[in-house]
């Protein structure tokens, strides 16, 4: 039976975050360090004309001044690929200073290096570089009568259109239609931490100190960039300060780095700032979402159609899969989801925290608020009648669900049956009051084609023991829950484990996003425990000297670090007493696990439920969130405390993309307006409301070993909507571009 999985115990990295022993990447301190900063085109599209650096080369303390004139040129770009997949993971097909020709504002055109950080901040501010400036395209007003459909997006795993049923036919015969456009501004991810690398040489073996989500990806990605076999880079994250995304591709800052290291000899640290991570790391992009539902009298849905327009960048079809959850969330037997991109002179999107799904279910979840109001029918009611038994695009069955309880347990913790369904019903003073729900979903990845993940266990001969696996801490608390993990294989406390990640030397797995991290580090971790432990059992009862010796080793259980009969647990040996005995200091086993393809006969996503309610001011239009419940079926917990920390940044996340999170293109000069913590609004503490977290345990067999979806991306689905329906409650205002701001309300 199961000891430490599923209980609440705290982060084994606690100590060193709240007492900064922890490092950070940008933290990394090397003898004989330089220090890199990059200098952004000033223009959006055109060409470098002229770049002066007489000035910054004779600079004090300046090392060198590169650009497109002097740097390296990388070798064959890799292909863009989402970094969850095991390959190397470019962020777009385009990498800088190779040429003078400038695709985006911001685009590095110049680095300067020198002795200390301030010098090179200095000498950057004394580049002078002159455009043949050329008319840029920034936004999707601008490009809409150019809008193409591309065959596929996001690196090529998903199709440009899909088609199930007859739309048009469905439309036609459907007693009620409704037809929305939905608008979401673009948003940058903005984690504590601005992204940051140091890169130090050691002959022709390169180390990279990167804030990353994906050691191997950066591994990968800057060994095929720079020419080198994969073993000639080692990438070292020990600690990451928030991501969302922003990380889990490999932007050219991480190879400008080594190519600054190795033009001046010496350790060199790039650091981003806080301006240029907002044209450096990607972003959830501008995007339209228009839909067209057709349903019966009764609120059957039959029809669903799902078209969105987004902007790209000059050189990739790169859009965040909205419409997949969406397809299948309800069951209409017709459906038709297109994607539309318009070129624009931007860097190319990204994935941004639950990306897709928190802008497609935004869209979806509004439509079905609106139909339940036009139908006088009970929004969870509605949900229910056009529950999904079966995955309405492939007819499998759900690998598991939850969702029908996900509903009735919030449905019973919001107090949702007390509230009065007429729009302005309820008042506070000059408060209106609103309740809203929304469904949430997000797939599980199925990895065809991925490599095996690793992790090798290590056990000493004093019963303590050493996990180590390639992954990376980005604060989900992997750490913590891989050594429950552990424990729980090898049959010891937690306390006797020691998990060791973050360094591209331990065995490798794929990066941790698209809430896979979880399932696949567990994977491997619980195999390579697990395959320690039945190698001892096996060594037990083999062993003359050994209580168990010649025992069916399916009889032998182990507790407390102790192999034991099941039936008369008096017999048996500690794991310690076995290793000195045979004069063995330790005992390893390399664990792996070939993550599930696509092929598994079951479909495989994780559902939710979220509830708002929300208080505007009748005559300034402030919107405030009172309260955020999630109800979540998310397969097996392994960690309930850091689970719920995981969903209720989540909820925060999508309350920002609610009310207050959009980056704003100056269409004149083709820059963003608000590239600042100032600017950008995100939620703060007095923002915050009380969130309330419910997790719903289903077992699930088809995903992983351990059965974990995973919880990193779905807190945020739906939580958007959920607002936007409890502001309709509250105001009888439909609002359907995000964020919801006080001058669509007044």
Partial sequence: MSAAIGQPIDRVDGRAKVTGAGRYSAEIALPNMAYAVLVGAEVASGRVSALDTGDAERADGVLAVLTQLNLAKVAAQPPLFPSLFGHAAPGETFFPMQDEVVHYAGQPVAMVVADTLERAQHAAALVHTSYAEAPSRTTLDQGRDQAYEPQRIFGGLVPGRMERGDVDAGLAEAAVRLEATYRLAANHHNPIEPSATTAVWDDDQLTLYDATQGITATRLTVAALLGLPPTKVRVITRFVGGAFGSKAMVWPHVTLAALAARQVGRPVKLALTREQMFSSCGHREEQEQHLVLGASADGRVSTLRHHKLSATSPFDDWAEPSLNVAAQAYAYPNYQGVYRLVRTNTMTPTFTRAPGEASGMFALECAMDELA????????????????????????????????????????????QGRNPAPRSQREGHWLLGAGMATAGYPVPAFPGLQPQRALARLYGDGSVLVQCGTQEFGTGVATAMTQVAADGLGVPPDRVRFQLGDTDLPNTSSAVGSAGAGMVSAAVNAAATALRDRLVAHAVADEKSPLHGADPATVVVRDGRMLLGDRPEVGETYGELLRRNFLEEADALGHWNPTGADTGYAMTTFGAQFAEVAVDADLGLVRVRRLLGVFAPGRVLNPKTARSQLMGGLLWGLGQALLEGTHMDSRQGRWANASLGDYLVP????????????????DDVVNPLGVKGVGEIGQVGVAAAIANAVFHATGRRVRDLPITVEQLL
């Fill in 373 to 416: 109001d036009q139908l006088g029918v009970d929004p969870i009611e509605l949900r229910l009648r056009n529950h999904a038994d079966v995955d309405p695009i492939s007819g499998n069955p759900w690998s598991s669900k939850g969702l029908r309880e996900c509903y009735q347990r919030g449905a019973e913790r919001f107090g949702w």
């Fill in 684 to 699: 703060v503490n007095a923002d915050a409301p009380d969130v309330d977290v419910e997790l719903v345990e289903v077992r």
